[in-house]
């Protein structure tokens, strides 16, 4: 008798979004549709929040469109916003954030996402990786 493992399931999703005011709302839009529909993912509320952070930020520093890509891969969720900027997003500027802004890096560490900056020639991509573990207390189940 032989036994299989079943490779990883991947799951992605790629969305190119104008550079107009309305894009973090079709950006929340679709990826929720996107999450609720993909298997097995939670934290769906924590992950649309950052995709909202992460594309207003696009939106506001750049003056180009930008592209959302979802990927759901070992219990771990990539949202990665790729633009047209060079110039990299200061990660401890949340500290200083003041009534225009400056407090989205602060939100996604404090949700746990793990940012990593990949600047490339002509843009970068700012990832955001979430657990999606199940994160509920379990200890007062009998």
């Known amino acids: 008798m032989s036994i299989t493992t079943s490779p990883p399931t991947t799951a992605q999703y790629a969305v190119a979004l104008p550079h107009n005011r309305r894009a973090p709302s079709i950006a929340r839009h679709v990826s929720e549709r996107w999450l609720k529909a993909t298997d097995p993912v939670d934290r769906v509320t924590e992950a649309v929040l950052v995709v909202s952070e992460l594309v207003t930020n696009a939106v506001r520093y750049t003056s180009d469109p930008c592209t959302l890509t979802l990927t759901v891969r ?3 969720l990539d949202i990665a916003v790729a633009d047209h900027s060079e110039e990299l997003p200061d990660l401890s500027r949340h500290a200083g954030g003041d009534e225009h802004g400056g ?6 560490q404090g949700l746990g996402g793990q940012i990593r900056l990949v600047p490339a020639l002509g843009g970068k991509t700012v990832h955001v990786l979430l657990e999606l573990g199940s994160e509920h207390d379990t200890s007062g189940d009998t």
């Open 74 to 76: 070992d219990g771990q």
């Open 103 to 108: 407090f989205g890096m602060g939100v996604i």
